[in-house]
Each structure stands twice: as structure tokens, then as C-alpha cells.
T-cell receptor, first 113, second 115 residues
Framework: GQQLNQSPQSMFIQEGEDVSMNCTSSSIFNTWLWYKQDPGEGPVLLIALYKAGELTSNGRLTAQFGITRKDSFLNISASIPSDVGIYFCAGQPWDNAGNMLTFGGGTRLMVKP | KAGVTQTPRYLIKTRGQQVTLSCSPISGHRSVSWYQQTPGQGLQFLFEYFSETQRNKGNFPGRFSGRQFSNSRSEMNVSTLELGDSALYLC??????????????FGSGTRLTVV
């Protein structure tokens, strides 16, 4: 089935630094979603992207839907301690008629105050 | 508005037993999907129900099954539990049709431990 390769697997950064993570696939996706998950909780939606080339911001977060529809990136600017968590990309396959998502392996973000 | 509610939050079962997990979607959402999350395999899609019909199915054995009721609430059942079924089971609800502006909202999950 489709695979989403998310990188990096983990990041340990200083507070105030910018962060960038991305997902790539050999398959085409119609929708890209970025989630954040805190321990013991379900993922929380951060940004949704619906069109190739789309660039969307949500506060300090910016994400883009790749032109080829096979990749997406998420940037976090001026990181703060509460950004700590696991970030997941998820894609809705182009040939799926329903609401099935394929998830990347996650990026664990650690922020040093 | 109320979010996605999953019950119970925690569950401990013995190998060979069966278990039923429940998910109440956001009011008005007709699609409910289930995922299994483990440290080794990450988030893996189990199945999706829409208007009481299974619309998509992931690559899991037949021991994993589900259903959806007319009020859109969904249950998933795992029979003959194995140690490897220990995981966080998440459900997500969304509006009718494809993933839309409402995105895809997850519940807090049910942590299943098989001993």
C-alpha cells in the first residue's frame, strides 16, 4: 500500500529556533493533513491542505502541498516549549473514495528552553 | 460542540478474550474511521464506516471487525486477542463525503493492554 516517509524522525532544538519537517511518497494524494499528538491523547489537526501548490498558515505554522501531490512540508517558526510533541503528516490517497488516511511515521520534537 | 468520545479510555484483557470499543462521533458526522497505533507500526488504518456501511478496510485480520449504528456511533470488536493487539485504538469522525473543511477529528483513544 501507500507509504509516507516522514523526516526527520526526531529533532531536539533550542527555544526560538525554526523547525522544518516533511513527508514524501511515491503515490499521489488528494489531501494532506498535519497533526500534533501529545502523550496519551489523539492527534489534533493543525493544518489541512487540499490543492497542489497550496501554502497555508496557522499562527506560527506553515504547510505546503507539493506541486507533484507526492509531498508536503510543515514549518514551525520561533519554537516554544509547548510545541513539544509528535507531529504526523497524513495523506488521503487520490484513488480512495472514502475518508481513509495514510500516516507518516511521525517527527518527535523536543524543545530546550 | 462535543468532540469525538471513545470509551473506555483504558482496558486490560487476557489473551484469547474478545473486546468491544465504542466511538461516538461529533454530532452531524457520518463517517467514522478506526486506527491502531503502536510504537512499532505507527498509525494504521483499520476500517471506515459511513451511513452504517463499511466503506474502506485496511489490512488487518478478520479478528478485527466493526459496525456503525443509525445514530453514527460505531463499535469495533477484536476477537481472540493476541499480545500484539496491545495498542492505542483511535477513532476519527468527519462530515459526509471526503475529508473536508472540518478535517478529520480524532478522539482521545482507548488504550488496550493484552496480558
Amino acid at each position: 500500500g501507500q507509504q509516507l516517509n516522514q523526516s526527520p524522525q526526531s529533532m531536539f532544538i533550542q527555544e526560538g529556533e525554526d523547525v522544518s519537517m516533511n513527508c514524501t511518497s511515491s503515490s499521489i494524494f488528494n489531501t494532506w493533513l498535519w497533526y500534533k499528538q501529545d502523550p496519551g491523547e489523539g492527534p489534533v489537526l493543525l493544518i489541512a491542505l487540499y490543492k497542489a501548490g497550496e501554502l497555508t498558515s496557522n499562527g506560527r505554522l506553515t504547510a505546503q502541498f507539493g506541486i507533484t501531490r507526492k509531498d508536503s512540508f510543515l514549518n514551525i517558526s520561533a519554537s516554544i516549549p509547548s510545541d513539544v510533541g509528535i507531529y504526523f503528516c497524513a495523506g488521503q490517497p487520490w484513488d480512495n473514495a472514502g475518508n481513509m488516511l495514510t500516516f507518516g511515521g511521525g517527527t518527535r520534537l523536543m524543545v530546550k528552553p | 460542540k462535543a468532540g469525538v468520545t471513545q470509551t473506555p479510555r483504558y482496558l486490560i484483557k487476557t489473551r484469547g478474550q474478545q473486546v468491544t470499543l465504542s466511538c461516538s462521533p461529533i454530532s452531524g458526522h457520518r463517517s467514522v474511521s478506526w486506527y491502531q497505533q503502536t510504537p512499532g507500526q505507527g498509525l494504521q488504518f483499520l476500517f471506515e464506516y459511513f451511513s452504517e456501511t463499511q466503506r474502506n478496510k485496511g489490512n488487518f485480520p478478520g479478528r478485527f471487525s466493526g459496525r456503525q449504528f443509525s445514530n453514527s456511533r460505531s463499535e469495533m470488536n477484536v476477537s481472540t486477542l493476541e499480545l500484539g493487539d496491545s495498542a492505542l485504538y483511535l477513532c476519527a469522525s468527519s462530515l459526509a463525503g471526503r475529508v473536508g473543511d472540518d478535517g478529520y477529528t480524532f478522539g482521545s483513544g482507548t488504550r488496550l493492554t493484552v496480558v
